[in-house]
Protein backbone atom coordinates (compact mmCIF):
# COMPACT_ATOMS: atom_id res chain seq x y z
CA UNK A 1 0.00 0.00 0.00
CA UNK A 2 2.74 2.27 0.96
CA UNK A 3 4.81 1.74 -2.24
CA UNK A 4 1.37 2.79 -4.31
CA UNK A 5 0.59 5.72 -2.61
CA UNK A 6 4.41 6.55 -3.32
CA UNK A 7 3.90 5.66 -6.92
CA UNK A 8 0.87 7.87 -7.37
CA UNK A 9 2.49 11.12 -6.13
CA UNK A 10 6.03 10.21 -8.15
CA UNK A 11 3.01 9.75 -10.98
CA UNK A 12 1.96 13.20 -11.49
CA UNK A 13 5.51 14.59 -11.95
CA UNK A 14 6.00 11.72 -14.63
CA UNK A 15 2.60 12.70 -16.29
CA UNK A 16 3.69 16.38 -16.05
CA UNK A 17 6.96 16.41 -17.25
CA UNK A 18 6.15 13.55 -19.48
CA UNK A 19 3.81 16.12 -21.32
CA UNK A 20 6.25 19.24 -21.12
CA UNK A 21 8.93 16.94 -22.67
CA UNK A 22 6.40 15.64 -25.38
CA UNK A 23 5.27 19.58 -26.26
CA UNK A 24 9.17 20.83 -26.41
CA UNK A 25 10.09 17.69 -28.86
CA UNK A 26 7.16 18.52 -31.09
CA UNK A 27 7.05 22.19 -30.64
CA UNK A 28 10.67 21.61 -32.39
CA UNK A 29 10.06 19.68 -34.89
CA UNK A 30 6.93 22.03 -36.41
CA UNK A 31 8.84 25.32 -36.25
CA UNK A 32 11.37 23.39 -37.71
CA UNK A 33 9.04 22.80 -40.57
CA UNK A 34 8.04 26.37 -40.98
CA UNK A 35 4.86 26.05 -38.71
CA UNK A 36 3.21 28.96 -36.84
CA UNK A 37 3.64 29.59 -33.25
CA UNK A 38 -0.25 29.65 -33.12
CA UNK A 39 -0.71 26.55 -34.44
CA UNK A 40 1.67 24.96 -32.73
CA UNK A 41 0.16 26.29 -29.62
CA UNK A 42 -3.44 24.93 -31.15
CA UNK A 43 -2.68 21.38 -31.88
CA UNK A 44 0.57 20.12 -30.21
CA UNK A 45 0.82 21.90 -27.41
CA UNK A 46 -2.98 21.80 -26.87
CA UNK A 47 -2.97 18.10 -27.26
CA UNK A 48 -0.02 18.08 -24.71
CA UNK A 49 -1.25 20.07 -22.18
CA UNK A 50 -4.59 17.53 -21.81
CA UNK A 51 -2.84 14.38 -22.55
CA UNK A 52 -2.44 14.19 -18.52
CA UNK A 53 -6.99 14.32 -18.43
CA UNK A 54 -6.84 11.83 -22.00
CA UNK A 55 -4.23 9.29 -20.41
CA UNK A 56 -6.05 9.30 -17.07
CA UNK A 57 -9.49 9.04 -18.67
CA UNK A 58 -8.51 5.85 -20.98
CA UNK A 59 -6.45 4.09 -18.74
CA UNK A 60 -9.86 4.37 -15.88
CA UNK A 61 -11.99 3.81 -18.23
CA UNK A 62 -9.91 0.93 -19.29
CA UNK A 63 -9.81 -0.47 -15.87
CA UNK A 64 -13.50 0.02 -15.48
CA UNK A 65 -13.03 2.74 -12.82
CA UNK A 66 -15.60 5.01 -14.81
CA UNK A 67 -15.61 7.40 -11.32
CA UNK A 68 -11.76 8.68 -12.26
CA UNK A 69 -12.32 8.75 -15.69
CA UNK A 70 -15.61 10.93 -15.84
CA UNK A 71 -14.66 12.96 -12.22
CA UNK A 72 -10.93 13.31 -14.02
CA UNK A 73 -12.54 15.76 -16.70
CA UNK A 74 -15.14 17.41 -14.82
CA UNK A 75 -13.11 18.12 -11.45
CA UNK A 76 -10.69 19.15 -13.30
CA UNK A 77 -13.00 21.81 -15.62
CA UNK A 78 -14.36 23.17 -12.26
CA UNK A 79 -10.77 23.85 -11.04
CA UNK A 80 -9.60 25.33 -13.77
CA UNK A 81 -13.14 27.91 -13.57
CA UNK A 82 -12.70 28.30 -10.01
CA UNK A 83 -9.16 27.57 -8.54
CA UNK A 84 -6.95 28.55 -11.77
CA UNK A 85 -9.16 31.33 -13.15
CA UNK A 86 -9.53 32.44 -9.34
CA UNK A 87 -5.69 32.46 -8.70
CA UNK A 88 -4.49 34.29 -11.65
CA UNK A 89 -7.46 37.16 -10.81
CA UNK A 90 -5.60 37.79 -8.16
CA UNK A 91 -2.38 37.89 -9.54
CA UNK A 92 -3.57 39.92 -12.35
CA UNK A 93 -7.04 41.43 -12.97
CA UNK A 94 -7.76 39.40 -16.33
CA UNK A 95 -8.91 42.14 -19.03
CA UNK A 96 -11.33 39.43 -21.38
CA UNK A 97 -11.55 40.05 -25.11
CA UNK A 98 -14.95 40.68 -26.31
CA UNK A 99 -14.81 37.71 -28.53
CA UNK A 100 -13.93 35.22 -25.36
CA UNK A 101 -17.17 36.60 -23.68
CA UNK A 102 -19.68 36.82 -26.61
CA UNK A 103 -18.35 32.79 -28.43
CA UNK A 104 -15.83 31.05 -26.53
CA UNK A 105 -17.38 30.91 -22.88
CA UNK A 106 -20.54 30.06 -24.39
CA UNK A 107 -19.18 27.36 -26.57
CA UNK A 108 -17.61 26.02 -23.59
CA UNK A 109 -20.97 26.44 -21.19
CA UNK A 110 -22.60 24.03 -25.22
CA UNK A 111 -20.13 21.48 -24.47
CA UNK A 112 -21.10 20.97 -21.05
CA UNK A 113 -24.45 20.99 -22.05
CA UNK A 114 -23.84 18.35 -24.66
CA UNK A 115 -22.18 16.22 -22.69
CA UNK A 116 -24.99 16.28 -19.74
CA UNK A 117 -27.40 15.25 -22.94
CA UNK A 118 -25.30 12.44 -23.64
CA UNK A 119 -24.73 10.72 -20.41
CA UNK A 120 -28.10 10.74 -19.21
CA UNK A 121 -30.04 8.84 -21.81
CA UNK A 122 -32.94 8.33 -19.60
CA UNK A 123 -33.98 11.88 -19.46
CA UNK A 124 -34.23 11.84 -23.09
CA UNK A 125 -35.23 7.97 -24.38
CA UNK A 126 -36.50 6.70 -20.86
CA UNK A 127 -33.95 4.12 -20.40
CA UNK A 128 -31.52 3.51 -18.16
CA UNK A 129 -27.97 5.70 -19.09
CA UNK A 130 -25.11 3.99 -20.37
CA UNK A 131 -22.72 6.32 -20.65
CA UNK A 132 -21.11 7.70 -23.44
CA UNK A 133 -20.53 5.34 -25.96
CA UNK A 134 -18.55 5.86 -29.33
CA UNK A 135 -21.43 7.15 -31.17
CA UNK A 136 -21.47 10.05 -28.13
CA UNK A 137 -17.96 10.07 -28.80
CA UNK A 138 -18.02 11.28 -32.41
CA UNK A 139 -20.42 13.43 -31.77
CA UNK A 140 -18.56 15.33 -29.36
CA UNK A 141 -15.37 15.47 -31.71
CA UNK A 142 -17.70 16.46 -34.78
CA UNK A 143 -18.39 19.44 -31.96
CA UNK A 144 -14.74 20.05 -31.46
CA UNK A 145 -13.74 20.21 -35.15
CA UNK A 146 -16.14 23.34 -35.19
CA UNK A 147 -14.51 24.72 -32.66
CA UNK A 148 -11.12 24.21 -34.57
CA UNK A 149 -12.87 25.69 -38.05
CA UNK A 150 -13.79 28.81 -36.04
CA UNK A 151 -10.05 28.95 -34.33
CA UNK A 152 -8.74 28.56 -37.48
CA UNK A 153 -11.03 31.60 -38.75
CA UNK A 154 -9.21 33.79 -36.31
CA UNK A 155 -5.93 32.63 -37.77
CA UNK A 156 -6.76 33.21 -40.87
CA UNK A 157 -8.46 37.10 -40.05
CA UNK A 158 -5.55 37.20 -38.04
CA UNK A 159 -7.79 38.16 -34.75
CA UNK A 160 -5.32 35.90 -32.18
CA UNK A 161 -7.81 35.54 -29.50
CA UNK A 162 -7.63 32.08 -28.57
CA UNK A 163 -4.24 31.30 -27.43
CA UNK A 164 -4.30 27.56 -25.68
CA UNK A 165 -1.84 28.01 -23.61
CA UNK A 166 2.15 27.18 -22.81
CA UNK A 167 2.64 26.93 -26.17
CA UNK A 168 1.93 31.17 -26.33
CA UNK A 169 4.16 31.74 -23.03
CA UNK A 170 7.17 30.02 -24.66
CA UNK A 171 6.85 31.58 -27.65
CA UNK A 172 9.83 33.91 -27.55
CA UNK A 173 12.19 30.84 -26.20
CA UNK A 174 11.25 27.71 -28.48
CA UNK A 175 13.88 25.82 -29.16
CA UNK A 176 15.14 24.00 -32.12
CA UNK A 177 16.57 20.68 -31.89
CA UNK A 178 17.93 18.21 -33.98
CA UNK A 179 15.38 15.94 -35.17
CA UNK A 180 16.65 12.85 -33.33
CA UNK A 181 16.31 14.67 -30.60
CA UNK A 182 13.02 15.97 -30.69
CA UNK A 183 12.04 12.61 -31.87
CA UNK A 184 13.80 10.99 -28.53
CA UNK A 185 11.71 13.68 -26.35
CA UNK A 186 8.39 13.04 -27.89
CA UNK A 187 9.12 9.23 -27.28
CA UNK A 188 10.26 9.71 -23.73
CA UNK A 189 7.11 12.37 -23.26
CA UNK A 190 5.06 9.50 -23.97
CA UNK A 191 6.88 6.68 -21.80
CA UNK A 192 6.35 9.08 -19.03
CA UNK A 193 2.74 9.98 -19.57
CA UNK A 194 1.92 6.05 -19.77
CA UNK A 195 3.98 5.35 -17.17
CA UNK A 196 2.82 8.52 -14.42
CA UNK A 197 -0.81 7.70 -15.99
CA UNK A 198 -0.27 4.06 -14.56
CA UNK A 199 0.75 4.72 -11.25
CA UNK A 200 -1.84 7.40 -11.05
CA UNK A 201 -4.66 5.04 -11.72
CA UNK A 202 -3.49 2.59 -9.73
CA UNK A 203 -3.01 4.70 -6.66
CA UNK A 204 -6.25 6.45 -7.19
CA UNK A 205 -8.08 3.58 -7.07
CA UNK A 206 -6.46 1.72 -4.32
CA UNK A 207 -6.56 5.20 -1.74
CA UNK A 208 -10.09 5.15 -2.50
CA UNK A 209 -10.75 1.38 -1.33
CA UNK A 210 -8.63 2.65 1.69
CA UNK A 211 -10.21 5.22 2.73
CA UNK A 212 -13.87 3.72 1.88
CA UNK A 213 -13.91 6.87 -0.43
CA UNK A 214 -15.61 6.73 -3.82
CA UNK A 215 -14.01 6.73 -7.09
CA UNK A 216 -15.65 9.59 -8.43
CA UNK A 217 -14.28 11.70 -5.42
CA UNK A 218 -10.79 10.72 -6.01
CA UNK A 219 -11.17 11.82 -9.46
CA UNK A 220 -13.03 15.23 -9.17
CA UNK A 221 -10.54 16.04 -6.34
CA UNK A 222 -6.63 14.59 -6.03
CA UNK A 223 -6.18 13.71 -9.76
CA UNK A 224 -8.24 16.60 -10.77
CA UNK A 225 -6.29 19.24 -9.94
CA UNK A 226 -2.94 17.11 -10.42
CA UNK A 227 -4.21 16.67 -13.89
CA UNK A 228 -5.24 20.71 -13.98
CA UNK A 229 -0.85 21.34 -12.69
CA UNK A 230 0.53 22.51 -16.37
CA UNK A 231 -2.95 24.76 -16.72
CA UNK A 232 -2.11 26.30 -13.32
CA UNK A 233 1.26 26.72 -14.43
CA UNK A 234 0.56 28.25 -17.71
CA UNK A 235 -2.52 30.79 -16.25
CA UNK A 236 -0.41 32.28 -12.57
CA UNK A 237 2.49 32.77 -15.39
CA UNK A 238 0.88 34.44 -18.34
CA UNK A 239 -0.92 36.76 -15.28
CA UNK A 240 2.43 37.16 -13.63
CA UNK A 241 3.44 38.46 -17.02
CA UNK A 242 0.40 40.76 -17.74
CA UNK A 243 -0.75 37.89 -20.75
CA UNK A 244 -3.96 38.21 -19.47
CA UNK A 245 -5.77 37.14 -22.33
CA UNK A 246 -4.06 33.84 -22.55
CA UNK A 247 -4.36 33.51 -18.93
CA UNK A 248 -8.41 33.39 -20.05
CA UNK A 249 -7.66 31.61 -22.98
CA UNK A 250 -6.11 28.74 -21.50
CA UNK A 251 -8.87 28.00 -19.21
CA UNK A 252 -11.53 28.88 -21.78
CA UNK A 253 -9.81 26.58 -24.25
CA UNK A 254 -8.75 23.57 -21.76
CA UNK A 255 -12.54 23.13 -20.36
CA UNK A 256 -13.78 23.08 -24.29
CA UNK A 257 -10.55 20.47 -25.19
CA UNK A 258 -11.21 18.31 -22.13
CA UNK A 259 -14.75 17.61 -22.88
CA UNK A 260 -14.92 17.73 -27.01
CA UNK A 261 -11.76 15.94 -27.51
CA UNK A 262 -10.42 14.06 -24.28
CA UNK A 263 -13.70 12.30 -23.27
CA UNK A 264 -14.97 11.87 -27.03
CA UNK A 265 -11.29 9.90 -27.68
CA UNK A 266 -11.23 8.28 -24.38
CA UNK A 267 -15.24 7.03 -25.46
CA UNK A 268 -14.30 6.25 -29.27
CA UNK A 269 -11.64 4.09 -27.77
CA UNK A 270 -13.12 2.75 -24.81
CA UNK A 271 -17.27 3.44 -23.51
CA UNK A 272 -17.38 4.99 -20.23
CA UNK A 273 -20.09 4.18 -18.17
CA UNK A 274 -21.62 7.17 -16.11
CA UNK A 275 -22.72 7.28 -12.34
CA UNK A 276 -25.86 9.64 -12.15
CA UNK A 277 -24.35 10.79 -9.24
CA UNK A 278 -21.86 13.39 -10.92
CA UNK A 279 -25.09 15.44 -12.38
CA UNK A 280 -24.96 17.06 -9.53
CA UNK A 281 -21.35 18.26 -10.29
CA UNK A 282 -22.47 18.73 -14.10
CA UNK A 283 -24.57 21.34 -12.77
CA UNK A 284 -22.75 22.79 -11.06
CA UNK A 285 -20.04 23.17 -13.77
CA UNK A 286 -23.00 24.95 -16.13
CA UNK A 287 -23.53 27.07 -13.32
CA UNK A 288 -20.04 28.13 -12.34
CA UNK A 289 -19.83 28.71 -16.41
CA UNK A 290 -23.07 30.94 -16.01
CA UNK A 291 -21.63 32.63 -13.00
CA UNK A 292 -18.41 33.81 -15.14
CA UNK A 293 -19.92 35.19 -17.41
CA UNK A 294 -22.00 37.04 -15.01
CA UNK A 295 -19.15 38.29 -13.36
CA UNK A 296 -17.75 39.77 -15.51
CA UNK A 297 -20.37 41.80 -16.67
CA UNK A 298 -20.38 43.39 -13.16
CA UNK A 299 -18.11 45.80 -11.91
CA UNK A 300 -15.66 46.85 -14.69
CA UNK A 301 -17.06 45.50 -17.90
CA UNK A 302 -14.79 42.61 -19.23
CA UNK A 303 -12.40 42.27 -16.38
CA UNK A 304 -12.18 39.37 -13.52
CA UNK A 305 -10.93 41.70 -10.49
CA UNK A 306 -9.27 40.57 -7.35
CA UNK A 307 -12.60 40.65 -5.55
CA UNK A 308 -14.37 38.35 -8.50
CA UNK A 309 -11.03 36.23 -8.37
CA UNK A 310 -11.57 35.81 -4.76
CA UNK A 311 -15.23 34.74 -4.88
CA UNK A 312 -14.03 32.10 -7.45
CA UNK A 313 -11.45 30.48 -4.74
CA UNK A 314 -13.96 30.68 -1.91
CA UNK A 315 -16.30 28.58 -4.36
CA UNK A 316 -13.80 26.14 -4.95
CA UNK A 317 -13.39 26.00 -1.26
CA UNK A 318 -16.66 25.16 -0.90
CA UNK A 319 -17.13 22.53 -3.97
CA UNK A 320 -14.11 20.61 -1.83
CA UNK A 321 -16.45 20.53 1.29
CA UNK A 322 -19.31 19.64 -0.30
CA UNK A 323 -17.15 16.99 -1.83
CA UNK A 324 -16.24 15.82 1.52
CA UNK A 325 -19.70 16.22 2.88
CA UNK A 326 -20.52 13.78 0.22
CA UNK A 327 -18.01 11.55 0.10
Known amino acids: MFLTIILFIIGFVFLIKGADIMIDGSSSIAKKYGLSTFFIGLTIVAFGTSAPELIIS???SAKGS?????????????????????????ICPLV??????????????????????????????????????????????????IFLYYTFGITKSKKNIFKKTVGEIKEEKLEIYSNKTAISMILFGLIGLAIGGRWIVNGAIEIARLLSLSEAFIGLTIVAIGTSLPELAASATAAYKGKTDIAVGN???SNIFNILWVLGLSSVISTISYNPVLNVDLLILIFITILLLFLIYVGKKNILGKW????????????????????
Open 58 to 60: VLA
Open 96 to 145: IKKATVNKEIPFSLLAVLALGILVNDFLVNGYTPEGLSRADGLILILFFS
Open 66 to 90: TGIALGNIIGSNISNTLLILGIAAI
Open 308 to 327: EGAVLISLYVFYIIFLIWRG
Open 251 to 253: VVG
